[in-house]
C-alpha cells in the first residue's frame, strides 16, 4: 500500500472506492479487494452454451455436445468436477508430472508437495485443487505445473493415469523446463487418488468428452482485449 500510495491517481483512485477510511489506514486487504471485484466484475463468464441448456434453452447444445453431457455425467469426472466452476474446490492427487521451480520441496527443492505445504500432513502430498472447467479449452497448459499441453491430452490422462506419468515426455515442453522435471513418479503414484483406480477412457468416450467441455465456454471470454487498460496510473508499459 506505501508503494501504491506514492502514485497520487492510485491514492485518489482507493480513496474514491472507500471514503470512510483514510488511504493511511488501509491494509493490503483493501488492494486485494479490488483485485477481487475486477475479477468478478469483468471475468465472470456465465452464458456458455451449458448454462443456457441450464436455463431451460433446449436448442443451446449441439447433439454431439448434448450426448458429451450425458457421458461426462454418467462418469466419475463429475465426482470432482461439480458445481458452478465445475470444482468440488477440494485437493486430489491424479498423477501429474511435476516440472518447473516447485515449492523448494524434495532433494532437488524443485519438486511440489502440494496440499502438504499448508496443511503440514504427509497424507496431503501431491493433493492440488480440482481444475476448474469454465473456459478450460481456453486456459492451456494444464495440471498444476502446466506440464499438460493440449486440453485433450489432459482428458486423456485421466485414463490409466499412472502409465502416463511413467511414460511422460518432457521433449515437447519448452526448452527451459525440459531439465526440470523431477523424478517423483513413484512417490506420488503411492498417494494417487483412488477414484483414478481402473479408470480407461476409450477414444470414442474422450471424444464425447472434448464435446461437452466446448459447451463450457462463454464466447466472451473468447473477446477480452477490451479488458486491458490504455494506461495504468503508475505509466508502466501494458501489454495489450
Request: aromatic share 8%; proline share 8%; charged share 25%.
Amino acid at each position: 500500500m506505501k508503494r501504491l500510495g506514492a502514485i497520487p491517481e492510485y491514492r485518489a483512485m482507493f480513496q474514491a472506492a472507500d471514503p470512510d477510511t483514510p488511504f493511511e489506514a488501509m491494509t493490503f486487504a483493501h488492494a486485494s479487494n479490488a483485485i477481487g471485484a475486477f475479477l468478478v466484475d469483468q471475468l465472470t463468464f456465465t452464458n456458455a452454451p451449458w448454462d443456457r441448456f441450464l436455463a431451460g434453452d433446449d436448442g443451446a447444445l449441439t447433439p454431439k455436445q448434448l450426448e458429451g453431457a450425458k457421458t461426462f455425467l454418467a462418469l466419475r469426472c463429475v465426482q470432482c468436477h461439480n458445481g458452478p466452476t465445475f470444482s468440488d474446490q477440494e485437493f486430489h492427487n491424479v498423477a501429474v508430472a511435476q516440472i518447473g521451480p516447485g515449492q523448494g520441496n524434495g532433494p532437488s527443492g524443485l519438486d511440489d508437495f502440494g496440499r502438504a505445504n499448508i496443511t503440514g500432513d504427509d497424507a496431503d502430498r501431491y493433493r492440488f485443487r480440482t481444475t476448474p472447467l469454465r473456459n478450460v479449452e481456453l486456459t492451456a497448459p494444464y495440471g498444476h505445473a502446466g506440464s499438460i499441453l493440449d486440453l485433450r491430452e489432459f482428458i486423456e490422462h485421466y485414463s490409466e493415469s499412472h502409465l502416463k506419468l511413467l511414460a511422460f515426455d518432457p521433449s515437447r515442453l519448452e526448452p527451459a523446463l525440459q531439465a526440470t522435471l523431477v523424478p517423483n513418479a513413484a512417490d506420488v503414484l503411492a498417494r494417487r487418488d483412488p477414484i483414478l483406480d481402473g479408470v480407461v477412457l476409450p477414444d470414442e468416450i474422450v471424444d464425447k468428452l472434448m464435446d461437452y467441455v466446448s459447451a463450457l465456454t462463454d464466447d466472451a471470454a473468447r473477446r477480452m482485449r477490451h479488458i486491458a487498460p490504455t494506461r495504468v496510473p503508475s505509466h508502466l508499459p501494458v501489454d495489450r
